[in-house]
């Protein structure tokens, strides 16, 4: 499976941004997604993920209410929807697939090449 992420740029704060990751190769469906994101210094960290069904999401505190995670499956792609952003959420972020709906970046077997949110205050 190739992920190519996309949709970041610079926002205000308080603004919104959608991420896309676009799925190639095998089947995607069959998937987890998880979403990470790293910003500089620090280690890559869980933002949040979907089971291949769409049942089941998982979210990390810190944007939990903010953040929303969908997947259309005739696109491949998998969405991460990123409402009232605060500067604290300036980071590369990262589209990752795997078997399970995990926390652990060990977790996922396939990355995505990662797309820079600079949130401004």
């Known amino acids: 499976v190739q992920l190519q992420a996309s949709g970041g740029g610079l926002v205000q704060a308080g603004g919104s941004l959608r991420l896309s990751c676009a799925a190639s190769?095998?089947?995607?469906?069959?998937?987890?997604v998880g979403w990470f994101r790293q910003a500089p210094g620090k280690e890559r960290e869980f933002v949040g993920a979907?089971?291949?069904?769409?049942?089941?999401?998982l979210y990390a505190d810190s944007v939990k209410g903010r953040f929303t995670i969908s997947r259309d499956y005739a696109k491949n792609t998998v969405y991460l929807q990123m409402n009232s952003l605060k500067p604290e959420d300036t980071a590369v972020y990262y589209c990752?697939?795997?078997?399970?709906?995990?926390?652990?970046?060990?977790?996922?077997?396939?990355w995505g090449q990662g797309t820079q949110v600079t949130v401004s205050s």
């Open positions: 990752a697939a795997g078997p399970q709906i995990v926390r652990s970046t060990r977790g996922y077997d396939y």
């Open positions: 190769g095998r089947t995607f469906s069959s998937y987890a």
């Open positions: 979907m089971s291949w069904s769409g049942g089941s999401s």
